[in-house]
């Protein structure tokens, strides 16, 4: 797939995900807990699927976007056992303090996956133009080749 299509595709999900959160805001609490699951388990697909591609792609990427994804797996994992061990709790104080803690922690993933985003722009813009500067060099004559 294109790094453009891809792109495309990251589009697509990020509207996907802020028309769940829209709903989720009007549903009942058992429908946003079946989502959260849903969710969740979504996001460990596809931090398998990241991880096995980081695995088949060693030698191909760089080593520090191997690096990103264990400590991003890592980190993902120390997050979801703080969340679950926040919902055992019942005392309401502490409860309002845990709600702030998450919605500090989504909008700071949030704005992660913004400069994610950005990466993203430009690695694939710095890959534009290695395919520009590899197919001139190709397309020169022999001559005029470094």
Do not use: C
Request: no cysteine.
């Amino acid at each position: 797939m294109a790094a453009s299509d891809q792109l495309f595709k990251l589009t697509e999900r990020a509207k996907q995900a802020e028309g769940r959160v829209t709903a989720a805001k009007s549903k009942a609490k058992a429908d946003v807990e079946q989502d959260v699951e849903t969710s969740r388990a979504a996001a460990q697909a596809q931090a398998q699927k990241l991880r096995e591609a980081a695995e088949a792609s060693k030698g191909k990427i760089s080593d520090s976007w191997d690096d990103m994804q264990t400590r991003w797996s890592a980190h993902i994992t120390a997050i979801r056992a703080t969340v679950d061990a926040r919902k055992a709790e019942h005392d309401v104080q502490r409860a309002e303090r845990n709600a702030a803690a998450a919605e500090d922690d989504a909008l700071f993933a949030i704005d992660y996956a913004y400069g994610a985003i950005e990466e993203a722009e430009s690695a694939v813009l710095d890959a534009t133009l290695a395919r520009m500067q590899a197919d001139e060099l190709a397309a020169a004559p022999s001559g005029t080749r470094a």
